[in-house]
């Protein structure tokens, strides 16, 4: 018996019931598509996350403190900031940060806020794109005014629009919030952020974040920009050990500096164990699909025990037998693989647009995904199709 003999056999079986052979796929199908959606979503993720970074920059510095070691006089003031500007020459940008969390609200809706407060060198160490307006000034800055600047799907949903420049808000602490005017609106190009049910993003001068937050405030973050990656390490250095003189505190360790792209690492690193732990769980579908297979060519075995019979009563060999019963349970698997890949792969773009992400369609996962259902189709049919080869034919053709 050829193999396109088989091919054609094993085609027909397939055709003769529709209904079962889906339901064996269907195992190979979701534990496919859940994979490919998995790590495509994933691998996206840490694009956009990389992408985040790099906008960021590959030359800022955070500086940080260990809030289990300071004291009240250990965080960093307003006129550390002017003297670290002013004294090291590898810092070209430099902002104190505090983030809060608020509410804001239009007249048309209130929603939960996370609100930064910065001063105006955030804008050039964050590269933030300004799509409408501008980021506060320096005088604005020096005089707490109450200004904001809103990205742009918050400006949606707060007002049905983008470009709200010019109009106010209310913002801050849910119990004491104040009336603040629209400078600005930002992009909202981030991973997660700006969606609905998310929280909105708020940037203030660190000033008026200070009126709003007066009985909780201290700056605890420093962001810091220097002229050039190369040069990044020279201003975190330079910076602690300035900030240690200052404060008298040398050899506590209570201030860290880190390049950004060192926290790139680490978040990758969790997203990527995240990611193949779920695949993983997710591959274990396959196995259940591929059990399913093994059953259904069992009973597929017994259905055609006669038929079995017959065949090798007129000289098909017993490699013949099992060709043509390898085959179906290949064939099975491998459309369910198909299937399970065209699915993944529009899962992973409808679940990527809802949550802001460009899935990675990688030609590997598609190729391995193909060869793995294969695989299955090889690795759980073989016992069947042994054991229609092994039937004896007198016995097949008594067989009722």
Do not use: C, W
Not at 165 to 193: C, Y
């Amino acid at each position: 018996m050829k193999f396109f003999e088989s091919l054609k056999i094993a085609v027909d079986s397939i055709k003769s019931n529709k209904l079962r052979s889906f339901l064996t796929m269907l195992g190979i199908i979701i534990g496919i598509s859940s994979v490919i959606a998995i790590i495509s979503l994933g691998e996206g993720g840490q694009g956009a996350v990389t992408n985040q970074f790099e906008k960021i920059g590959a030359n800022t510095v955070t500086i940080s403190l260990d809030n289990t070691k300071a004291q009240k006089s250990d965080y960093f003031t307003f006129q550390d900031v002017k003297q670290i500007k002013n004294k090291i020459n590898s810092v070209k940008y430099i902002s104190p940060v505090v983030l809060k969390s608020g509410i804001v609200a239009s007249n048309m809706k209130t929603k939960n806020a996370n609100i930064t407060g910065s001063n105006v060198d955030y804008v050039d160490i964050e590269n933030y794109g300004i799509l409408y307006g501008r980021y506060f000034n320096e005088m604005e800055e020096n005089e707490a005014k109450a200004v904001a600047v809103i990205d742009e799907n918050t400006a949606k949903e707060l007002f049905g629009y983008v470009n709200v420049v010019g109009t106010s808000i209310t913002l801050g602490p849910q119990n004491s919030s104040r009336k603040v005017k629209i400078v600005g609106v930002k992009s909202s190009a981030n991973v997660f952020g700006g969606r609905v049910n998310m929280p909105a993003r708020i940037d203030t001068p660190i000033t008026f974040l200070k009126t709003m937050y007066s009985g909780d405030f201290v700056i605890n973050s420093l962001y810091l920009s220097a002229g050039s990656k190369e040069a990044s390490k020279d201003a975190g250095d330079s910076t602690i050990s300035l900030l240690e003189s200052r404060h008298n505190n040398r050899g506590k360790e209570i201030y860290t500096a880190e390049n950004v792209f060192k926290q790139l690492d680490q978040i990758n690193k969790v997203l990527g164990i995240f990611t193949e732990f779920i695949g993983a769980v997710a591959a274990i579908s396959l196995i259940v699909g591929g059990i399913g297979v093994m059953n259904i060519m069992l009973v597929s075995v017994t259905e055609r025990t006669r038929e079995i019979g017959i065949r090798k009563a007129i000289g098909a060999t017993t490699s013949n037998i099992m060709l043509q019963f390898l085959t179906e349970s290949v064939i099975i698997s491998l459309i369910g693989g198909i299937i399970g890949m065209a699915l993944g792969i529009l899962g992973a773009e409808v679940i990527g647009y809802a949550f802001n992400i460009i899935p990675v369609i990688s030609p590997s996962v598609i190729i391995s995904s193909i060869v793995f259902s294969s695989a299955v189709g090889i690795f759980f049919g073989i016992y069947p199709a042994k054991k229609a080869a092994a039937l004896n034919p007198i016995d097949a053709l008594r067989y009722e």
